[in-house]
């Protein structure tokens, strides 16, 4: 979609056009999903998320300026929803663990493809290690392959800041990585 | 160059990502530096453990799953209270059942016309039993619900066991009309549900049920193989069947002497 477009379509959404604000989930559910599994590595909690970042681009478009980029206000809102949803996820499982709750209805984590398993999850547990802003920064510049501006507008701070991180994040993953691939 | 101008620029070094010149520039300093050198093949270590994904998270799921998500995410907002409803209700539930309506022609298979015969005969046996059921004096709103409940997951049953069930001879089509409008009367059912006092778990479940229950409806009224199997796909991959079982039971169970076994904060 070139940019002109999708300023078209942001336009005619903030005034309440529903076919022009379909049209911007289409373009960008898919990205805003993937980048929400970045965070959340699970299917059932990346599809909530992203529904739930449209939800809030929804009711919330009309306060969005036009001189930001679109797609950087949009990936803000996943990151912060995302960040939001492991807040949560960890509150619940404490909340499970203390009830001692088990049954078979709680069993709906999608794990992904068999053979990418135990990949997935190492990588998982490696960037559960890093400080909030530095696992940010590995999945939206690393993983997800975002230009650093980019990452630094998303994450509102420097693209040194953003840098540093990265550069910290990933030796980290490799340390704690290299230890599981190790045993 | 500085080693932390250099260290700065290393990440897009490793990717190919810098421009010429500032490529030659960074192989000039790593050529006579060490430090620089040894702190390259770190992050590249790092960058090689933590590979990008091969197949996209979003990959995993149906084309049909992507082509209803924007409808999903409507719906969502209108719950959630749109502050500006854009159009009214009617005329959007008119337009998504003009949406997905095709014109059909007939080709029915046999287990359709028992599966209709089935359909009639859960109207039939179910409609009553909500209204004469369940209200008893010391009946309380959880009972209700569960009633509700246990209704909502015995009907998903029935037509996910019977969407599991159909066969079609390869290459032809069969007509689901009536499935889908199962699915619809269901779907509506579940957002009910939604906004009653469900525990978690139920709501989750009906969450999940709800999005098959969707693909279902929105499938076209005469399906070939391949379409019923994304259904299917859904239905097992979920567990789909065991869950409503369960689900089912536990609220039957929680109905007949009033003594619900949820926690609940109307005791
Ligand atoms: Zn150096």
């Known amino acids: 979609m070139s940019a002109v477009r999708e300023r078209q379509l942001v336009l005619r959404s903030k005034e309440g056009d529903r076919e022009a ?19 959340v590595n699970d299917h059932d909690d990346a599809e909530d998320v992203a529904q739930e ?28 929803t995302s960040l939001d949803r492991l807040k949560q996820r960890k509150r619940k499982m404490k909340r ?88 | 160059m500085r080693h932390r101008d250099v260290w700065n620029m290393l990440y897009e070094f490793a990717r190919d ?54 409808f999903r995410v409507e719906q969502r907002a209108r719950a959630s209270g749109a502050r500006r409803p854009l159009r009214n209700r009617f005329w959007q539930d008119a337009e998504w059942f003009f949406l997905i309506r095709r014109p059909y022609t007939i080709a029915f298979a046999a287990s359709i016309t028992i599966i209709v015969m089935a359909g009639i005969l859960w109207y039939g046996r179910v409609l009553p039993t909500l209204k004469e059921s369940d209200i008893q004096p010391t009946g309380v709103p959880v009972q209700e619900v569960n009633q509700e409940l246990s209704d909502y997951f015995h009907k998903s049953k029935i037509l996910l066991v019977g969407i599991s069930n159909i066969s079609v001879p390869e ?8 499935e889908r409008q199962a699915a619809r009367a269901l779907i509506r ?17 009906v969450r999940a049920l709800e999005k098959i229950l969707i693909e279902l409806a929105n499938m076209e009224d005469e399906a070939d193989l391949p379409d019923i199997e994304i259904v299917r796909a859904g239905i097992y991959q979920e567990n789909m069947l065991f869950r ?18 949820m926690k609940t904060n109307h005791q």
């Open chain 2, 17 to 70: 990502e810098l421009d010429v010149e500032r490529k030659k520039q960074v192989e000039q300093h790593l050529a006579g530096c060490d430090r620089c050198f040894a702190e390259l093949q770190v992050l590249k270590e790092g960058m090689r453990l933590v590979r990008p994904r091969r197949r996209k998270p979003s990959q995993e799921h149906s084309e049909m799953y992507w082509r209803n998500f924007a």
């Open chain 2, 189 to 205: 059912q579940a957002r009910y549900l939604d906004q009653r006092q469900i525990d978690e778990r139920a709501q989750y479940l």
């Open chain 2, 171 to 178: 290459g032809q089509r069969v007509d689901l009309t009536v």
């Open chain 1, 53 to 80: 970042v449209f939800v809030k681009v929804f009711h919330s478009i009309r306060s969005f300026r036009q001189e930001a980029e679109f797609s950087t206000w949009l990936y803000r809102i996943v990151t912060n």
């Open chain 2, 244 to 261: 409503i079982r369960v689900a089912e039971s536990t609220y039957k169970e929680s109905l007949p002497n009033g003594v619900p076994q």
């Open chain 1, 96 to 183: 499970q663990v203390s009830l001692g709750e088990s049954e078979s209805m709680e069993l709906a984590t999608n794990p992904g493809p068999i053979e990418n398993l135990d990949y997935s999850v190492h990588i998982e547990r490696a960037l559960h290690e890093l400080p909030t802003l530095q696992r940010a920064v590995v999945i939206l510049r690393h993983i997800d392959g975002l230009p650093t501006r980019t990452v630094s507008e998303i994450l509102k701070c420097s693209e040194g800041t953003v840098k540093t991180h990265l550069h910290r994040g990933l030796k980290k993953m490799r340390t704690l990585l290299q230890d599981l691939y190790e045993e």
């Open chain 1, 21 to 39: 604000f379909r049209e911007l989930v289409k373009f960008h559910m898919r990205q805003v999903y993937d980048l929400a599994y970045g965070f």
